[in-house]
Structure formats: structure tokens, C-alpha cells
């Protein structure tokens, strides 16, 4: 039996952030996108999964996550696997500047996190490393990317790329962000 919080209940966590994060490999790149769902209407173009349907809409339209950032693709993957869910409170300078250098003993299921930018008060950009030569990001696109046409246009989406940048400037595990809140 596990407890919240406990290491097993950790790398249960772990383990499907990963699958989650790998789940949403080719969804289109979003300035702001926290994997937030949304509809296709035929009629009125992208809903958020609130909207009611329309007098022509007769049908159960199907459900997409709208797109992610690179902070967006990390805290949704948390949420889904069953973290706490940061997508309103945390941004990437946050989630670095609360939570300290990694310490302890590392365990297969404890991805890291690589935190780029110009300095350590000026994140800008958040991957998951996967190993010294390959990251899963959110990338390719910028503060101007809010759709998908603009995102597709200019191929950014969540992709795995190529390893550690030379920008970074410290990195973080993920089991620190599930003590977050």
C-alpha cells in the first residue's frame, strides 16, 4: 500500500509523464498552450471543449488538445499522470526558482528537466532530456505562434530535438516539481 507523496507513488508518476509527454509528439507548437481541449466546429472554426454546439452541429465533434509551449507540454504531462496540476500557477522561471538543485540518489524514473535562457532569473525555454543527445520539447515556434496554420506554417510542435543547447543554465528533476503546489 502506497501513500501520497511516497517514492513508488512518485515513479508511478514518472513513468507516465513520460507517456504522456511522448503522447503529444507532432501536436503543433502554441504560444501559452497547456494542452487546454478544444473542438473543430465546421461552422465556427476551433471551441473550447465548453462551448455548446450549434443548431447544424449534430454531432460529438472530436477533442483535441489545443497545442502546447514548452512549459505547457511539462505541466500537462504532470497533470495527466497525476501530479499536481500547475498549468494556472507555475511558468518556467517559477518552477526553476522554486525548486533547488537536484540532490540524492537518481532513479530511472526521475526525468530530467533542462532549463534554458539567458541566465538563471531569465528563463526562457524547458525540455525534458531524455539523454545528452536527445530532449522531448514544445519548440520551433515563439510569442507570436497562436495558431495552428501559423504553427504547421513554420513546423513548430512538440518534437524530440536535438541534445543540451549551449543557452542552458541548470536543470531540475521532475520529482521536484510533483512536491510543488
Given at each position: 500500500m502506497t501513500r501520497e507523496g511516497t517514492t513508488m507513488d512518485k515513479a508511478a508518476i514518472g513513468v507516465k509523464f513520460?507517456?504522456?509527454?511522448?503522447?503529444?509528439?507532432?501536436r503543433p507548437y502554441i504560444w501559452g498552450g497547456n494542452g487546454d481541449l478544444v473542438w473543430v466546429s465546421p461552422e465556427r472554426g476551433l471551441q473550447p471543449i465548453s462551448a455548446e454546439l450549434g443548431p447544424n452541429e449534430q454531432f460529438d465533434p472530436p477533442r483535441y488538445p489545443l497545442g502546447f509551449d514548452c512549459v505547457g507540454l511539462v505541466k500537462w504531462a504532470l497533470k495527466m499522470a497525476g501530479g499536481p496540476d500547475l498549468r494556472a500557477t507555475h511558468n518556467?522561471?517559477?518552477?526553476?526558482?522554486?525548486t533547488g538543485t537536484p540532490t540524492g540518489d537518481e532513479r530511472p524514473w526521475d526525468w530530467w528537466l533542462a532549463f534554458y535562457g539567458k541566465d538563471r532569473e531569465n528563463i526562457t525555454h524547458i525540455a525534458v532530456v531524455l539523454n545528452l543527445l536527445m530532449v522531448l520539447e514544445a519548440a520551433g515556434g515563439g510569442s507570436t505562434t497562436k495558431?495552428?496554420?501559423e504553427?504547421?506554417?513554420?513546423?513548430a510542435k512538440v518534437r524530440v530535438g536535438r541534445g543540451l543547447r549551449n543557452d542552458r543554465v541548470g536543470e531540475r528533476r521532475l520529482s521536484q516539481l510533483m512536491d510543488l503546489k
Open positions: 513520460m507517456d504522456y509527454a511522448c503522447m503529444a509528439v507532432g518556467a522561471q517559477t518552477i526553476f526558482s522554486q495558431t495552428w496554420e504553427a504547421r506554417r513554420i513546423n
